[in-house]
């Protein structure tokens, strides 16, 4: 059975590494270590420091910043038809000096070009933007678009931003007009309701909490009729709490809608067609149960099947989605999802790399 991975974290091995990609006065600033990359709004642990034991670069560090190692741990592992790129690196995080940060993701994004993109057929790609100002970020949009590898817009779950604020909607008629898809990813930026908690388990535990606030922002705020081509991909943060957002939305919207009027369909039915929930971290659920909640969701087609290589938490594709379901859900979920999501009909597994070819 073919299996497409929705979440995958490439990096570089030192913000350095980004340096012949910016210009200036921004390469001599990273060049010279006078930024050495996000601070934190907080110090944290956790397992293995983030990453399966066994990941280690080139360089020894505990990230994925060369290629080899993730071609033998995961694309060759597990035989994927295809990889999406994620990464760790959002500049969206940076709240201030908006030109550095839009500088940033596009060096970033040159560089993944050249280091990762152009070394496998079967990753695909996604542009990383500074949301923070929503002009620069379509003009990357409309830059990096043109690649034949990039398929979806990136946008980091931060702690302050709601994407359905309409000073987004650049950023989403950039990726209309270009036909890619917009995937949320939470950031060690996103919090719960009260923070982050004070244990690693807590913050762990309230992600579903960043994400499912992005997907009534989306519905409430007209995002989902206002580009009806558009699509949009929820990663790494579960699923189960799916059924409730869109019965809550509907109840909402039934007693609300004259509030509302741009929203032309019930925000259970936007879900079904229009929101994708990548499967990691899996639920510690039964196939009964699998199936119980694919019933509550009233479809099959929204769960889209992700590793979280190289995370601690890391879904193996042969052990995450039981086999007791029935073949034709595993299938979708594993793979016909994903491919009809980013347009992918072809199986570059039967090509050498471009790596291997040289």
């Known amino acids: 059975m073919k299996v497409l991975d929705a979440d995958v974290h490439e990096s570089f091995a030192s913000i350095k590494d980004l340096a012949p990609y910016l210009p200036e006065p921004y390469r001599g600033w990273i060049a010279g270590g006078a930024w050495r990359g996000f601070s934190q709004p907080f110090a944290y642990t956790s397992p293995g420091l983030g990453n399966r034991a066994d990941v280690r670069s080139n360089d020894g560090s505990a990230s994925v910043s060369d290629y080899g190692l993730m071609r033998d741990q995961l694309l060759d592992a597990y035989d994927l038809s295809h990889a999406v790129l994620t990464g760790y690196f959002y500049p969206t995080g940076l709240k201030l000096q908006y030109g550095f940060a839009t500088a940033l993701a596009a060096a970033y994004n040159d560089y993944v070009a050249e280091h990762w993109l152009a070394k496998d057929p079967r990753f695909i790609g996604s542009v990383q933007v500074n949301a923070r100002d929503p002009e620069a970020a379509a003009r990357e949009i409309d830059r990096m678009a043109a690649h034949p590898q990039v ?77 009806p081509n558009l699509r949009f991909m929820i990663l790494e943060g579960g699923f189960s709490w799916l059924p409730h957002v869109m019965w809550r939305l509907d109840r909402e919207y039934r007693q609300g809608r004259v509030e509302v009027p741009w929203i032309k369909k019930l925000p259970s039915q936007h879900c079904r067609e229009r929101l994708r929930l990548s499967t990691q971290p899996t639920e510690d659920i039964s196939g009964d149960q699998w199936m119980k909640l694919i019933d509550l969701m009233g479809t099959d087609d929204v769960l889209v099947f992700s590793t979280d290589y190289p995370h601690f938490d890391f879904d193996d594709p042969n052990a995450a989605i039981p086999r007791v379901l029935p073949e034709s859900t ?23 790399s471009l790596e291997a070819a040289e």
């Open 151 to 227: 398929r979806q817009v990136l946008l980091p779950v931060v702690d302050d931003i709601a994407y359905g604020h309409p000073v987004y909607r650049p950023i989403f008629e950039a990726a209309d007009r270009n036909r890619l898809m917009v995937a949320f990813h939470h950031t060690t930026f996103a919090q719960g309701p009260y923070g982050m908690g004070l244990h690693y388990m807590e913050r762990h535990a309230l992600l579903p909490l960043a994400m499912m606030p992005q997907v009534i922002s989306l519905i409430a705020n007209g995002v989902f009729d206002a580009y």
């Open 330 to 352: 595993r299938e979708k979920i594993l793979w016909k999802n994903a491919a009809e999501f980013y347009g992918v009909s072809d199986d570059p597994r039967s090509e050498r």
